[in-house]
């Protein structure tokens, strides 16, 4: 770990920091509108919990944001963090063409993050990210203060989508 350096505080944003409710009707169809779902992105209400916690770990810890949101919602995704007040911090967002599972992609994400970084916590919604990162040796927040989406937990499965 660098000399000086504060911890990380790694949080995810749907699900935990980001009430994604009104938006899970873009899921429902076949195919999904995924453009529709990540669209309607900017008008999540945001999820007191994972907010209280993100600026709580923010006096210790610097806070990242780790999510499955496609690079191309970052400026929305910046926008928003901003309107709710949260800790400024890099951004971590799956490339626009990677389908790979969010257990697979979060946990390399927070590999590299830990090579020359303490990782004081995870903070996340989905179970399999959950469970993979502890199984790596991280620890773990599982986030359950928003309502489950079964349809939203097999499309970041199977799909890859966020």
């Known amino acids: 770990m660098k000399p000086r350096s504060r911890p990380l505080a790694v949080f995810d944003l ?4 980001a009430d994604t409710a009104h938006r899970q009707r873009f899921l429902d169809g076949k195919p999904r509108d995924w453009d529709g779902f990540f669209g309607a992105a900017p008008d999540d209400p945001p999820l007191p919990e994972g907010v209280r916690m993100a600026l709580d770990s ?28 949260l800790p400024e911090g890099r951004i971590w967002m799956r490339r626009d063409n990677d389908r790979r599972p969010a257990r ?7 590999k590299r993050l830990a090579r020359d970084r303490e990782i004081r916590v995870l903070v996340d919604d989905d179970e399999l990210v959950c469970d993979a ?6 620890t773990v927040v599982r986030a359950q ?3 489950a989406s079964a349809t939203l937990k097999d499309a970041q499965e199977r799909e890859g989508r966020t």
């Open 104 to 110: 697979h992609t979060k946990l390399d994400v927070l």
């Open 14 to 17: 749907d699900g935990t920091l």
């Open 145 to 147: 203060w928003a309502a």
């Open 133 to 138: 990162a502890r199984q790596a040796g991280f």
């Open 58 to 85: 923010a006096e210790e810890c610097e806070v990242v944001y780790l999510t499955g949101r496609p690079e191309r919602c970052r400026r929305d995704t910046l926008a928003w963090l901003g309107e709710q007040g």
